[in-house]
């Protein structure tokens, strides 16, 4: 077996690996297999010679392919300011990027996309496949207690700080996710038990058509309008938002809609529920993933 043959088939043997970091890393499916093939074609180019660290060297190569992706991203992206919310940003994607989403988590996508491309790999790389400071120093051209401060960063802004205490923020997903399941479900009447009677819904203009009312009062009109809106649903997940726990909507890991709750714990009722869909107020939210 010459050098060529036997790269192409440890390149396989790694290659779900180097999908895994490459969809943490750029957060789509479609993007991430194109990152794999790039680096596929650099590494096939350059050979194995002198590599002790097969794995180490693949991972290292695919990373500075996603980075470059990121920077470029960061460049060209106008935070898509312009672009309509329509039925399609509500529905799942293809099967191996809703897979994928799932294993990373969808809010950590949101937080993730909030990095900066050097904050996102130093993150990805250490905290979620253990590449040591040294390596990822290497990779970035920084010495690793610069490196480890900027994972440090990173960590922070992933984990969030709520002023709730972990009973608050417990009881509040609850909630949360009960609201969520009930309306998946179709369930009117669980959905009541999770409303406080007079609650009041008020809903971002850019999510209804011209004429609807952009505000709901009452338990049995806010439930028949989750009803309603169940495709929304399906795809929204618990967050932390703004040190509360909320739901965030967001397709292929770009949030698009995020709902802020307010809750009465003693009850343990939703007593308001703001959907926030307008992206300058979307950017200024804080996002973060919640303990599993």
């Known amino acids: 077996m010459d050098d060529q043959d036997f790269l192409a088939r440890q390149f396989e043997v790694h290659r779900a690996h180097l999908r895994a970091v490459s969809y943490r890393m750029l957060g789509s499916y479609s993007e991430a297999e194109d990152a794999v093939q790039d680096a596929w074609l650099r590494v096939s180019r350059a050979g194995v010679e ?3 660290n097969l794995a180490g060297w693949l991972t290292t190569v695919v990373a500075r392919v996603c980075l470059n992706h ?3 991203r960061k460049r060209e992206d106008v935070l898509d300011d312009e672009v309509s919310l ?8 293809p099967e191996g990027e809703a897979e994928l989403a799932d294993s990373v988590g969808l809010a950590m996508l949101v937080v993730l996309d909030t990095l900066t491309p050097v904050e996102r790999l130093a993150f990805v790389l250490h905290d979620m496949f253990a590449v040591p400071f040294d390596d990822l120093a290497a990779m970035l051209d920084r010495s690793p207690s610069a490196t480890r401060q900027i994972a ?10 709520s002023m709730k205490s972990s009973v608050e923020l417990a009881g509040q997903r609850v909630m949360v996710e009960a609201f969520l ?5 179709g369930d009117f009447e669980a959905l009541l038990n999770v409303l406080d009677p007079d609650i009041v819904f008020h809903i971002d203009p850019t999510l209804v058509t011209p004429g609807q009312p952009t505000e709901l009062r009452g338990a049995h009109t806010v439930a028949s309008n989750a009803l309603a809106y169940a495709s929304r649903t399906r795809v929204a997940r618990a967050a932390l938002v703004n040190g509360e726990v909320g739901m965030i909507v967001a397709p292929r890991g770009k949030l698009r809609t995020a709902g ?14 703001e959907l926030i869909a307008e992206p300058g107020r979307l950017r200024a939210l804080d996002v973060a993933i919640l303990d599993a």
């Open 70 to 72: 990121l920077r470029a």
């Open 152 to 161: 440090s960063r990173a960590r922070r802004r992933v984990q969030g700080q």
């Open 86 to 93: 329509t039925h399609r940003d509500f529905t799942p994607g």
């Open 50 to 52: 002198g590599v002790d």
């Open 260 to 273: 802020l709750f307010v809750f009465d714990l003693n009850r343990q009722v939703i007593v308001f529920v």
């Open 181 to 185: 399941a009930a309306s998946r479900r």
